[in-house]
């Protein structure tokens, strides 16, 4: 199966929906989940195109880590 350009997170990327951002850098997006599991609840993507944590490239899975990695401790002083 391809990948799904019109998938909604593609669409929150290219800035075709609304989406609250909590933070961006250059290979990842960390946005408010519009149906949180918990005050906390955030998500983190890549802006690399991929299916599911099988399909992303090794770099880009490295980077939603470190990113989850960095802003986790502030995330949940805020919240």
Same mark, same amino acid.
């Given at each position: 199966?391809?990948?799904?350009?019109?998938?909604?997170?593609? %669409?929150? $990327?290219?800035?075709? $929906?609304? &989406?609250? %951002? @909590?933070?961006?850098?250059?290979?990842? /997006? @960390?946005?408010?989940?519009?149906? #949180?599991?918990? !005050?906390?609840?955030? /998500?983190?993507? #890549? %802006?690399? #195109? +991929?299916?599911?944590? $099988?399909?992303?490239?090794?770099? !880009? /899975?490295? &980077?939603?880590?470190?990113? @989850?990695?960095?802003? +986790? #401790?502030? /995330?949940? %002083? &805020?919240?």
């Amino acid at each position: 199966m391809a990948y799904d350009d019109q998938n909604v997170f593609a %669409k929150i $990327l290219r800035g075709e $929906l609304p &989406a609250h %951002k @909590v933070h961006e850098d250059e290979r990842t /997006l @960390v946005i408010m989940d519009i149906m #949180p599991r918990g !005050d906390e609840h955030v /998500l983190v993507i #890549p %802006k690399a #195109p +991929s299916r599911n944590i $099988l399909d992303i490239a090794p770099g !880009d /899975l490295a &980077a939603v880590y470190e990113t @989850v990695r960095r802003i +986790s #401790p502030g /995330l949940m %002083k &805020a919240f």
